[in-house]
């Protein structure tokens, strides 16, 4: 029998797992964003700047987790396509709100249809009561992190 430093752990390697997830999530999402041409991070400062309204960019890339480097290319680059508009704030000038345009809020209302379709299929293929579940696992697993 083998004996490994594995063979201590008691947890499985839930980072791993995660990651894992997100990937098989991803395979079903990603044509879909994709076909819009969209990016993931840019879909994902879509949705959270359509969830949020308008953001610093510091703020964007906490709810995306993009890294605040990543963040200034992807927000210049979705400024140049008119995703995105920013404005300086009034009283200080360092200080940027990103907004989405209306062809990002088209955008949204678009490709939900899509995306609102697939989470029926992703339902049907593991059962609503898994997806309810992992939602609430997720939400509690965040909370719990964040008190740390």
């Given at each position: 029998m083998r004996n490994t430093s594995a063979d201590q752990l008691l947890h499985r390697n839930l980072p791993m797992l995660l990651l894992r997830a997100r990937?098989?999530?991803?395979?079903?999402?990603?044509?879909?964003?994709s076909a819009y041409g969209l990016t993931e991070q840019q879909w994902r400062v879509i949705r959270?700047?359509?969830?949020?309204?308008?953001?610093e960019p510091r703020q964007i890339s906490d709810l995306?987790?993009?890294s605040s480097p990543s963040?200034?290319?992807?927000?210049?680059?979705?400024?140049?396509?008119?995703?995105?508009?920013?404005?300086r704030f009034a009283d200080?000038?360092?200080?940027?709100?990103?907004?989405?345009?209306?062809?990002?809020?088209q955008l949204v209302l678009t490709l939900s249809a899509d995306l609102e379709a697939e989470y029926r299929v992703l339902e049907r293929d593991?059962?609503?009561?898994?997806?309810d579940r992992l939602y609430k696992a997720i939400d509690e697993l965040l909370v719990g992190?964040?008190?740390?």
């Open positions: 990937e098989k999530m991803m395979e079903r999402f990603r044509p879909l964003i959270a700047l359509d969830e949020c309204g308008p953001l995306c987790t993009i963040m200034a290319g992807v927000l210049a680059r979705m400024e140049a396509q008119d995703l995105v508009v920013k404005e200080d000038q360092r200080r940027i709100l990103v907004s989405l345009t209306e062809k990002s809020t593991v059962g609503a009561p898994v997806v992190l964040d008190r740390e």
